[in-house]
């Protein structure tokens, strides 16, 4: 058989399995078919700020109003207004998500921050533990926090066993910590979800995770591969903003657009919290609500 006649008989033959309804057009047929539909709930919080209301009861029932179902305090508000919150919370559909920072120093300073650090998070663990917080979000180092132990290998490293320990004590205190990286113009050591994520598995504590914020995701290449590369295992808290002033998403128009990094949360089933870390440029009776539309919407679409 010449090459001619090779070809000739191996196409036909293809086509004949094709239309036989062979493996062939099995894969086809696989390829066309309707994909499940993902019941992954959308479950929007609210840091303190964000709800309209001078007191814990008008801010929640102004979210509950919008169907919010998480509140992210700061730390510092944890700790001072516990009683008065976990009062405020019980007969509430509202629970905590995250919370945000709030201590003193930073993990990576080189005098005595870093016992400033470790006394006043693990203060801030405690209350977010008895209080079902998803965690405690904190950044090893800002831009502007000095002295700072230098950006190297062996930093690297020791970050990944202070934050072992903590880690350890987040767990026996039924919460986490949650790493957040940010854009380069506020801490240069962390800036994306990927690197966040390989240092939650190079440590080595389950009480270890990491989060992402659409606003600082600036970074990233892909919202969807940003979140996929943490996974369900690391991925504990998103922060959402528009992605132009970091307002009320929808606020920078055709810029606010979730859906890649939306899709990638339903298909990984996350269960915890996107939540509003955000101004807002007009009037927040109109914007916030409208926000809270517009991401429900991307949602679906994802």
Not at 235 to 256: C, F, K, T, W, Y
Request: with cysteine; net charge negative; aromatic share 10%.
């Amino acid at each position: 058989m010449n090459r001619k006649d090779f070809f000739k008989t191996s196409f036909a033959g293809a086509a004949a399995v094709a239309l036989a309804g062979g493996p062939v057009a099995a894969i086809a047929s696989s390829c066309t078919a309707a994909k499940p539909k993902n019941n992954t709930e959308l479950k929007l919080s609210f840091q303190s700020g964000k709800a309209i209301g001078d007191t814990y009861a008008e801010k929640f029932d102004y979210m509950e109003s919008l169907g919010i179902v998480g509140f992210e305090p700061g730390g510092g508000e944890l700790v001072r207004n516990f009683d008065e919150l976990s009062k405020a919370l019980e007969g509430r559909n509202i629970k905590l998500s995250a919370i945000c920072a709030g201590f003193d120093g930073f993990i990576l300073a080189e005098d005595g921050q870093k016992d400033a650090f470790d006394k006043s998070m693990r203060t801030i663990v405690d209350a977010a533990g008895a209080l079902g917080s998803t965690g405690v979000i904190m950044v090893p180092a800002f831009v502007f926090q000095n002295p700072c132990k230098p950006h190297t290998p062996e930093t690297r490293q020791y970050l990944c066993d202070q934050l072992y320990e903590l880690g350890q004590y987040a767990l026996a205190a039924g919460t986490t910590v949650i790493l957040e990286p940010l854009n380069r113009e506020e801490a240069f050591y962390l800036r994306l979800v990927s690197d966040a994520a390989a240092i939650c598995r190079d440590c080595g504590s389950d009480g270890v995770k990491c989060m992402g914020d659409f606003w600082h995701m600036k970074e990233e290449t892909s919202d969807y591969a940003a979140f996929m590369s943490a996974g369900p295992k690391y991925l504990q808290h998103v922060h959402v903003a528009s992605r132009g002033r970091r307002i009320n998403p929808g606020e920078d128009g055709e810029l606010d657009n979730y859906v890649s990094g939306f899709r990638a949360l339903k298909e990984m089933e996350y269960q915890n919290y996107v939540s509003f870390e955000c101004g807002t440029a007009g009037d927040p009776a109109v914007t916030t609500p409208a926000a809270v539309a517009l991401l429900r919407e991307q949602w679906k679409q994802a």
